[in-house]
């Protein structure tokens, strides 16, 4: 058989087993909301009088709660089906599922979700910059008045240095801009150096301070480290985490020197120094190691949050939150059978 | 043998991740249906993050910035879930910043999700409060060391900073006597450290749970730049299973919630993929040397 028909029969199993659940006890990927209503007493000012502002809002519930309200009361309004959150639900599981797609081969599903992920996040990003930084960072400053009348009330005058700094932020802003021009592309080239500059100074004070000064304080360890209990002081050290720690110190010592070594290009890696620079490549290739082990946790978790939200919220197979009435596991065995 | 070498060795990758698939979603399965989960011993560092809420008095504020996105929102959100677990049933001041732009919702979902189902009695702007995001990265956290309203001149909900009960006493980042910061990448903790902890001149302790990606990148600084560490999900497991442990009622039987418990589900999935590939790494060892052994055979 071919590896493609494989698979089509694989993802065909699965398309079935998901019209299957689809028909059975509880169905699956619904989503409910629970009305709320909220009002505010509106004290009088010099433009309107003092009012009641009412309305009414719609808070995701579990299905649980839905249908015990439902078994009470057929008739209730408290709590009712959403089809916008449903579609969401729906949605959020055929673009996961989309993206998971790529790892067959490379499909216009997949295609979809990655053009959708890329607009969504470019517009995110723009409003995301327009209302955070440049309202009340540039507007605020610039245009006081208007965006504290308008927008936030609770925005602080700016001093006159906030302005003064805004106005040159704002002249190095359009310099920048400049790139774009036709013609005086090179003046962009000084809000450049700007920025370089000032990342430069920022990075290398932090740097010699954080890792490099206090780095080095961390490296010097004594080799012999006495761990002496707080209740046995009168008899001495204690022997085994005595010597863990004085072992932890001496790995750490050695190894920093090791790898020193293997950067350590002006003397030739033979002898003692070649010695010193392999034993230094053994502790990076642990460490690359180590990085390596913490990245595919990392990866797995993300997978496993997925999963987990296929099989919870989309298909009702599992239920740790206790969301739902009926039995995961009997709801399992009915479409097992 | 030489049948299923040949086997290994034209083997379709895809026959891999469906093996992926499967050893992650079966534990997820098994671990929804029967609700067990693995058991955890915390590490010292995880005991550190825990030491170091716990040594705080009662009204003390901390600062917890939220400096990630829901992209890694399957290895942080435990983490946040029991950090502010910790800090509520603790009785601290909770000041909630971000420097991620959807930092600010994830902040809104954790304190919905802990504080205003487990500790209602918390009062917004009092108990606690959400400063949201401010952009500017490094350059937020060095205004922050001289005048802390500057950074965050209003709430996330249009309140001047100065009328905040929650931030009475606060200058500066430093009258913080415990930063806690759920970091995803820059910036994050390393820059934290860099920037803040560095200049402070030792009057800030921090402790900081990261991504995995992160984790290696950021025990150097431990113990003497940072004080506690949550690598990963391992880490949120292992923290999660001291702060339930500690914050179980000990007169009644009754239930951990399912949300103080999602790390240590993840730890089932965690299982089956390290021993799927733990297998695929010696299978893939032995197809290398038995394809080098018959190269050697072959040209002798």
């Known amino acids: 058989m071919k590896p493609s028909k494989t698979w089509v029969i694989v993802v065909a199993v699965i398309v079935v087993l998901v019209g299957i659940r689809m028909t059975i006890g509880q169905g699956m990927a619904r989503a409910y909301v629970e009305r709320i209503d909220q009002s505010v007493e509106v004290k009088a000012n010099d433009i309107h009088g003092a009012s009641t502002e009412k309305w009414t809002e719609w808070h995701p519930v579990a299905p649980k709660k839905f249908e015990a309200a439902q078994k009470a009361d057929p008739s209730q309004t408290k709590f009712a089906f959403s089809w916008a959150n449903t579609i969401g639900l729906w949605l959020a599981a055929f673009f996961t599922l989309a993206i998971f797609s790529f790892l067959y081969r490379d499909n216009p599903g997949y295609r979809l979700a990655e053009a959708v992920i890329i607009g969504v996040s470019a517009a995110y990003w723009g409003v995301i910059g327009f209302w955070d930084t440049l309202v009340p960072k540039l507007f605020g400053a610039l245009t006081h008045t208007l965006v504290h009348d308008q927008v936030l009330p609770s925005l602080p005058a700016p001093t006159t240095f906030q302005v003064v700094a805004m106005c040159f932020a704002l002249a190095l802003g359009l310099m920048l801009l400049m790139r774009l021009a036709p013609k005086g592309g090179w003046i962009s080239l000084w809000p450049i150096s700007f920025i370089i500059g000032v990342t430069a100074g920022l990075k290398i004070v932090s740097h010699v301070e954080s890792d490099l000064v206090a780095q080095s304080i961390a490296t010097f360890k004594p080799l012999v480290q006495p761990i002496v209990s707080s209740e046995s002081a009168q008899s001495g050290w204690m022997l085994w985490p005595t010597i863990w720690a004085s072992l932890a110190n001496i790995l750490l010592v050695v190894g920093v020197l090791c790898c020193l070594t293997y950067f350590f290009f002006s003397v030739e890696h033979k002898g003692v120094a070649g010695r010193a620079a392999r034993v230094g490549i053994m502790y990076l290739m642990i460490t690359f190691g180590a990085a390596f082990g913490f990245t595919v946790m990392g990866r797995v978790a993300l997978l496993a949050a997925r999963i987990e939200f296929l099989f919870d919220d989309w298909l009702w197979l599992i239920d740790p939150a206790g969301k739902r009435i009926v039995e995961v596991a009997s709801a399992i065995g009915s479409m097992l059978c | ?300």
């Open chain 2, 1 to 300: 043998m030489s049948k299923f070498i040949t086997i290994l060795e034209g083997l379709d990758r895809r026959w891999i991740f469906l093996a992926m698939a499967i050893s992650v979603a079966g534990p997820i399965l098994f671990i929804g249906i029967t609700g067990k989960t693995l058991p955890e011993t915390p590490t010292p560092t995880a005991r550190a993050v825990y030491r170091a809420i716990e040594a705080l008095s009662p009204g003390t504020p901390v600062l917890i910035s939220f400096d990630f996105d829901p992209a890694s929102g399957g290895e942080l959100t435990p983490m946040a879930t029991s950090l502010v677990h910790q800090c509520a049933a603790r009785g601290l001041r909770m000041v909630f910043i971000a420097l991620w732009p959807l930092g600010p919702q994830l902040i809104d979902e954790t304190i919905k999700r802990v504080i205003l189902a487990d500790y209602p009695k918390l009062k917004e702007g009092v108990d606690y409060v959400n400063l949201g995001f401010q952009s500017g990265n490094e350059s937020v956290m060095k205004v922050m060391l001289t005048d802390f309203a500057k950074a965050f001149p209003i709430t996330k909900n249009g309140v001047a900073v100065g009328d905040v009960v929650a931030l009475k006493g606060i200058q500066r980042v430093d009258n913080f006597p415990l930063l806690i910061t759920i970091s995803a990448g820059y910036p994050g903790a390393k820059e934290w450290i860099q920037y803040v902890i560095s200049s402070s001149g030792g009057k800030i302790k921090m402790v900081t749970g990261c991504t995995g990606v992160q984790t290696p990148g950021l025990y150097p600084y431990y113990p003497v730049q940072l004080n506690g560490l949550l690598g990963a999900i391992k880490g949120a497991a292992e923290y999660e299973s001291l702060v339930n442990s500690s914050l179980a009622p000990k007169d009644t039987s009754a239930a951990i919630p399912a949300k103080y418990l999602e790390a240590q589900r993840r730890m089932g999935p965690q299982l089956g993929a390290h021993l799927l590939m733990i297998a695929l790494i010696i299978l893939g060892n032995i197809a290398f040397f038995a394809q080098r052994n018959s190269k050697v055979r072959a040209t002798s």
